[in-house]
């Protein structure tokens, strides 16, 4: 079975802009969440969502905003792009919200921002 | 608020020596606790969990077992090899909540 997939893998862009990275879950999961991860840190949370509802935000501005679809892919959008956003964007997925149920990862969208 | 807090590497290791990386947190109530490594270029794979007091987690050789009385989680392997090198996150998921925190990472380097 495929893993958690998540598009594009790299992408560069420039102060002021807007991205859109795109994350699918594993076939059976309800739930993605995600992750940012800035250069020798651990990872931050972000949003999760559960049958398309926001479940959870982490502390981060409005500039960033996510959705999910019917089909549990989702999409995670950052607005006014500034330098300190460059990160690898992770994407996590799994079967319910649950603090039990493990999340699975995607290898990431690596976002510089110039 | 919840927290991880991880021992700072780099850990830099002979092939077959013993590892343990310290792990603690700071959590109300039962959280659930993970272990998760990071190999260079990748996204993160789960290397074990325990979502209750006194459970041990293994696998590939690794261990960690949840000591609620110490609030920690030490990751232990008896004999490490070259292809253990990663970065390895310590994590917890609160109860009642649904993200994890994730500590700082320790970055593992083992010689042959």
């Known amino acids: 079975d495929a893993g958690v997939t998540q598009s594009p893998t790299h992408l560069i862009k420039t102060r002021g802009q807007q991205v859109t990275l795109r994350c699918s879950p594993i076939?059976?999961?309800?739930?993605v969440s995600w992750y940012q991860q800035v250069l020798g840190q651990g990872p931050q949370f972000i949003f999760q969502?559960?049958?398309?509802?926001?479940?959870g935000r982490g502390n981060f501005p409005d500039r960033f905003s996510a959705r999910q679809f019917p089909n549990y892919s989702s999409e995670l959008n950052v607005n006014a792009l500034l330098l300190g956003d460059s990160a690898l964007y992770l994407c996590?997925?799994?079967?319910?919200?649950?603090?039990?149920?493990?999340?699975?990862f995607g290898p990431g969208t690596r976002l510089t921002v110039l | 608020g919840d927290s991880v807090t991880q021992m700072e590497g780099p850990v830099t290791l002979s092939e077959e020596a013993f590892l343990t990386i310290n792990c603690t947190y700071t959590?109300?109530?039962?959280?659930?606790l993970f272990w998760y490594v990071q190999y260079p270029g990748e996204g993160l794979q789960l290397l074990l969990k325990?979502?209750?007091?006194?459970d041990k987690g293994s696998n590939k050789g690794f261990e960690a077992t949840y000591r609620k009385e110490t609030t920690s989680f030490h990751l232990e392997k008896g004999s490490v090899q070259v292809s253990d090198s990663a970065v390895y996150f310590c994590?917890?998921?609160?109860?009642?909540?649904?993200?994890?925190?994730f500590g700082t990472g320790t970055r593992l380097k083992v010689l042959a």
């Open positions: 969502y559960y049958e398309k509802e926001e479940r």
């Open positions: 325990a979502t209750k007091a006194d």
């Open positions: 959590a109300t109530g039962y959280p659930s």
């Open positions: 076939s059976g999961h309800k739930s």
């Open positions: 994590a917890l998921s609160a109860s009642g909540t649904y993200k994890y925190i």
């Open positions: 996590a997925s799994s079967f319910a919200a649950s603090s039990y149920n493990e999340q699975f």
